[in-house]
């Protein structure tokens, strides 16, 4: 039952960071569906791998801050196909997206595990 509960609430973290995620990425202008689609479920599935994982990383903290940056990289590397933005290079939105995924990933873990009390 301890694991159920822990997926359910790393599942409903991942949906509500793709929620402000999507936010932030829309701040410029609207976004094309596929794009808005591809967000969610991006950050929906790192809470889902969060909840669902039994990887022993020593820390939680490193276990949510790994497993962000790692299921960014599809949404990262997806991003070098954006048009060319004189404001932000490609490069800067791959390494921001890994980078924001690894805090999603790490807040998501401390909702968890400590908030919630369902650790792995």
Not at 16 to 25: D, S, T, Y
Not at 69 to 84: K, T, V, Y
Request: glycine share 12%; charged share 10%.
């Amino acid at each position: 039952m301890e694991k159920i509960k822990r997926v359910i609430i790393a599942t409903l973290c991942g949906v509500l960071f793709g929620i402000v995620c999507l936010l932030l990425a829309s701040s410029g202008g609207a976004l094309a569906w596929p794009i808005v689609v591809q967000i969610i479920l991006s950050r929906t599935l790192l809470g889902f791998a969060i909840g669902i994982s039994s990887l022993k990383m020593g820390h939680f903290i490193v276990h949510g801050l790994v497993m962000g940056m790692l299921f960014s990289l599809p949404m990262a590397f997806s991003g070098m196909m954006a048009p060319d933005n004189p404001a932000f290079s490609k490069v800067g939105l791959l390494i921001s997206t890994v980078i924001i995924g690894g805090i999603y990933g790490l807040l998501t873990e401390v909702i968890t595990s400590l908030l919630f009390k369902a650790r792995q």
